[in-house]
Structures are given as structure tokens and as C-alpha cells.
């Protein structure tokens, strides 16, 4: 992991690898941006036509590099580009300032330490720095090569390791605002980094039972009880959902409870994950070309648990449940087959017609489970559909909820925190096309509206009267193009920043 420390250093005096400023589109050409005024100085206030020079024009992302001149102690200073300069009496705003220090934090792979003198104006700011530059300064590793050359800042293939220590100028160190926006912001992303390490682990080491390992491990770090329901247990509970899609597989299915509390919490938020370790489709299997990135297909479980443990490292005043619906949809002569009818942990039947609509069978029992506590809400989050993917593209999770107040809640709190999102509705009439004529319910439907559909399947499955929301980040979850701002190749973290900020709203009382 990357080390944050906030820094009273000047930018002139500060000792490390590269000092990144930030550099605005102004109307003439390119402006060096608030916190880099010292380093303008030792460019004898020409900064900004160097770059001009250079071909830079304070475009967001973009990144130039200059060499530094003898009054910095820095060999190299790192322009990141933040777009537009803000309007009169306007400071930039957080997403553009995360992106940014992400940007800077990706082209600085292989520098030891770097320091950020990005315009801070407010806690708020630093926090969003800190945030995108740790976000940023990630990579996944793991597989590649044997021994790392930490020396030289690169892993046994010789490939370039992230940064490894950031200082951030322009912060308070010895202000409670600021101090507790850096802390915030390490603890935040440290479970979003490890949260992606899940994503990007291979299938064949992260499954079911090792998923839940690691659940348990983290459970007993962070005094959080965790509770695993093998499929010894699920037979016995009859949790049909979760067993049919895991019985084609010869790594049987999991059910692990994570539970958050707090002596003075007074609402109860439950968080609800599908977490397929691999989705090959079944034997309703998916051709080639629409398999390989399915390891991804257990992002909304990492992404509840990384909330879990963020909301227990923040010591946040709720009680936050976490339900990771873990199973491996493979295809085998022990699978089920399309045609096949499940009886659902709610004692609904459900006939699957394809067994490559599984997440809906694991979220329906997980979701009914959840319904037993009566918690005063419930947040879903699946990659579920190619068809909200088709809606919405790439980079947008979709909502769904019974509770308008609620999705629009989840909406603003998604933007608030840098994540892009759109509300989606559940129309009551494509219930119908789920009409089975063998079962009280088929898992599919019409094929028009798929990510709705889903959405309808799974909402037959909440608790009477229970606020719940669906998140779709099947678009988000996986980034399979170039890496931008602070988001990287494969895992992204996709829904935690707006999970997290749904538990500290709910502790402070503003919902609901
Ligand atoms: N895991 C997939 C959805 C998905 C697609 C996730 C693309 C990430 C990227 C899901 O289990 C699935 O296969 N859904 C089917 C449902 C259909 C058979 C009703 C789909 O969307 O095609
Ligand atoms: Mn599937
Ligand atoms: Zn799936």
C-alpha cells in the first residue's frame, strides 16, 4: 500500500522523486493552478509558458512532465492538467481533483515519493487528493513475476512498481478537519484497493470458501462477527437459490454474514452482495468472448464487504449488515439445468429457463434472509445484466428501489462522492413476462428492459414494507479500456464511495 502523510514542507523544500502542481485551461493558454506558487517562483513565474511550450494545455488528465529547475529539491515537476479554471468565487471541485491526483499518481509509477501541491482550499479538498492519488497508485501485482526489486521500484518481471509514498502540501496537518479527511481518505481506499485485488484475483484461487476466508480474517482484524454458512448449512436452511447455481461446481457455495455494530447506533443498514466467484453461464453457457472478464462477476459482494469493514474502520454510529451470496456458476451433470424448478430460502419456486440469469437466485435468498432482521433498509449491489450495460454504457451503475426518496437519496449521495449513476424504474407490467407456468416465478422475462426485469425478479424477494435498493454495476464494476484518473485496468471499486457515505449519512440521522 501507497503511504499518505500530510505535509507543512514548502513546495520548494520538500525532498522527493517529483512534485506534481496542477495546470488550468485558462483563456490564453494553460494557468498553473493555487498551491504551486512556490514552484512557479523557481521557474521565475514562467511555469505556465513552459508548459505552454511543451504542448500542454490544462486539459483534465493531462499529464507533462518538465525538468525541475536548481531551486526545488524535486528533479522533475509533474503538470496534471484540471480542466477549466473555475469561475469567479468557485474552487474546483472534488471529482476533478481526485482524477487529477489519480492521473499524477499513474504517471509516476515507478518514483518512490512524490509530492502532491494540488489547490487545497478546505479539508474537503485534501481529502478528494488524497482519495484520487491512493486510488491512483494502484496495481495488481500479485501474479506477475517472482522476486520484486524494491530497490529499483520494480516487480520481478521488471514492470514498474506504484508509488510508494505520497506527501500532501497545502494541508493542516495538526487541523482535526484535515487530519480526519486524511484518515478518512486512507481507510476508504485502502478497502477499495483490497476490494479490487478480489476482483482481479483469478478464479482459481478465489472461490467460495477462500472468498469466505478472507472474509473471516478481515472479520477478526476489524472486530467485525462473521458468520459462514457452508452448503452443509445452506441444505438445512433451505437456501435453494444460492445451491442450485453453486451445485454445478465442484467449489460449493457460501453464505457469509458480516455484522458491523455500534453501542450507539440507532438504525440498522443491511448490505446485500452477489458474489459469483466465476460466471461461465452454466449450461446455459456463454459463448466464447463474453467469458473471460467473468471473474468479475462477485464486484457487488466485494464491494459490501469493503463497505463493512470501511464503515467498522471508521467506527461510523450504524449498524451495518453485510450478505456476500458467494457460489460458481459452472456448467457439469451435477448443475442445474434450464427447465429445472428451485425452492427459494422464501419458499417461493422459481423455474430457471437460463441458468446464466443466476445472480437474481443468490440475491433472492440473501435478500430474504436480510428481511428476517427487519433492518430499515436494504442496498443490493450486482453486476447483473449486459442490458443495464447496454442502458447506461461503461461507467454508470443503475438504481433501482421501491422508495422513490430513497433511489433519488442514493443517486445524490453517488454524485456527491464522485460516482456516476442514474436512477432506473421498475414498471410493474414486465412482471408478467416472468409468468412461469411450473413455478410461482421464472428467472427471466422479457428480454426488452433485462436490467428492469431483474430488478422486479429480486424485489419479489424483500421483506413487506422494507426500504430496499438495487444497484446494477455491471457497466462499472470491471474497466476493461485504458486506465483514466484515478481508475485502473480490470477491478475499479465501483459502488463503495456511495455505500460508505450511505452508512455515514444514515448515522447522522439525514435518511429516512
Ligand atoms: N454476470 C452477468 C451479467 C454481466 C454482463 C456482468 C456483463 C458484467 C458484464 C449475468 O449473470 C448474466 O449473465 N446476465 C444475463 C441475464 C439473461 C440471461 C437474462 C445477461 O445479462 O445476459
Ligand atoms: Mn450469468
Ligand atoms: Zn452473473
Not at 495546470?23 to 513565474?45: C, I, Q, R, S, T
Not at 484475483?201 to 477462500?210: A, G, Q, R
Request: proline share 5%; aromatic share 4%; glycine share 12%.
Amino acid at each position: 500500500m501507497t503511504a499518505l502523510t500530510l505535509s507543512t514542507a514548502g513546495a520548494a523544500t520538500l525532498r522527493a522523486d517529483a512534485l506534481v502542481v496542477g495546470v488550468a485551461k485558462g483563456a490564453k493558454g494553460p494557468v498553473v493552478a493555487p498551491g504551486a506558487e512556490a514552484v512557479d517562483k523557481a521557474f521565475n513565474g514562467k511555469l505556465a509558458s513552459v508548459l505552454e511550450t511543451l504542448g500542454a494545455t490544462g486539459a483534465e488528465g493531462e499529464v507533462t512532465k518538465v525538468p525541475a529547475p536548481s531551486g526545488l529539491k524535486t528533479p522533475v515537476v509533474l503538470a496534471v492538467g484540471l480542466g477549466p479554471v473555475p469561475e469567479k468565487d468557485e474552487t474546483y471541485d472534488a471529482e476533478t481533483l481526485r482524477r487529477a491526483a489519480g492521473a499524477a499518481a499513474r504517471a509516476l509509477t515507478g518514483s518512490k515519493k512524490a509530492a502532491f501541491a494540488l489547490p487545497v482550499e478546505a479539508a474537503e479538498d485534501a481529502e478528494a487528493i488524497a482519495e484520487g492519488a491512493l486510488l491512483g497508485a494502484y496495481a495488481f501485482t500479485a501474479y506477475q513475476g517472482g522476486e520484486k526489486d524494491a530497490k529499483n521500484s520494480r516487480n520481478g518481471n521488471g514492470a514498474k512498481l506504484p508509488l510508494a509514498e505520497i506527501a500532501l502540501l497545502g494541508a493542516k496537518p495538526r487541523d482535526k478537519a484535515y487530519k480526519a479527511a486524511a484518515e478518512r481518505a486512507i481507510a476508504l481506499t485502502e478497502e477499495i484497493n483490497r476490494a479490487r485485488d478480489l476482483v482481479n484475483t483469478p478464479p482459481n484461487d478465489l472461490y467460495p470458501e477462500s472468498f469466505a476466508a478472507v472474509a473471516t480474517a478481515a472479520g477478526k482484524e476489524h472486530g467485525i462477527k462473521v458468520q459462514v454458512f457452508d452448503e452443509k448449512a445452506l441444505a438445512k436452511g433451505g437456501f435453494g437459490g444460492i445451491l442450485g447455481v453453486g451445485q454445478g461446481s465442484q467449489n460449493p457455495p457460501r453464505l457469509v454474514k458480516l455484522s458491523y455494530t455500534h453501542s450507539k447506533a440507532a438504525k440498522n443498514l443491511a448490505l446485500v452482495g452477489k458474489g459469483i466467484t466465476y460466471d461461465s453461464g452454466g449450461i446455459s453457457l456463454k459463448p466464447a468472448g463474453h467469458n473471460e472478464t467473468m471473474k468479475c462477476d462477485m464486484s457487488g459482494a466485494a464491494a459490501v464487504f469493503a463497505a463493512v469493514v470501511a464503515a467498522a474502520r471508521l467506527g461510523l454510529a450504524v449498524n451495518v449488515t453485510g450478505w456476500l451470496a458467494l457460489a460458481e456458476n459452472m456448467p457439469s451433470g451435477s448443475a442445474t439445468r434450464p427447465g429445472d424448478v428451485l425452492r427459494m430460502y422464501s419458499g417461493k419456486t422459481v423455474e430457471v429457463l437460463n441458468t446464466d440469469a443466476e445472480g437474481r437466485l443468490v440475491l433472492g435468498d440473501a435478500l430474504t434472509k436480510a428481511s428476517e432482521e427487519n433492518p430499515d433498509a436494504i442496498v443490493d449491489v450486482a453486476t447483473l445484466t449486459g442490458a443495464m450495460v447496454m442502458a447506461l454504457g461503461n461507467r454508470t451503475f443503475g438504481i433501482m428501489s421501491n422508495d422513490d426518496a430513497f433511489r433519488t437519496s442514493i443517486h445524490e449521495i453517488a454524485e456527491e462522492v464522485g460516482e456516476q449513476s442514474w436512477p432506473m424504474p421498475l414498471p410493474s407490467e414486465l412482471r408478467k413476462g416472468m409468468d412461469s407456468p411450473t413455478a410461482d416465478i421464472a428467472n427471466m422475462g422479457e428480454r426488452m428492459g433485462g436490467g428492469l426485469v431483474a430488478g422486479l425478479f429480486l424485489q419479489e424477494f424483500v421483506g413487506e414494507g422494507i426500504t430496499w435498493a438495487h444497484l446494477d454495476i455491471a457497466g462499472p464494476a470491471f474497466h476493461e479500456g485504458a486506465p483514466y484518473g484515478y481508475t485502473p485496468k480490470g477491478g475499479t471499486g465501483s459502488a463503495i464511495r456511495t455505500l460508505v457515505k450511505l452508512a455515514e449519512r444514515t448515522a447522522a440521522g439525514d435518511l429516512g
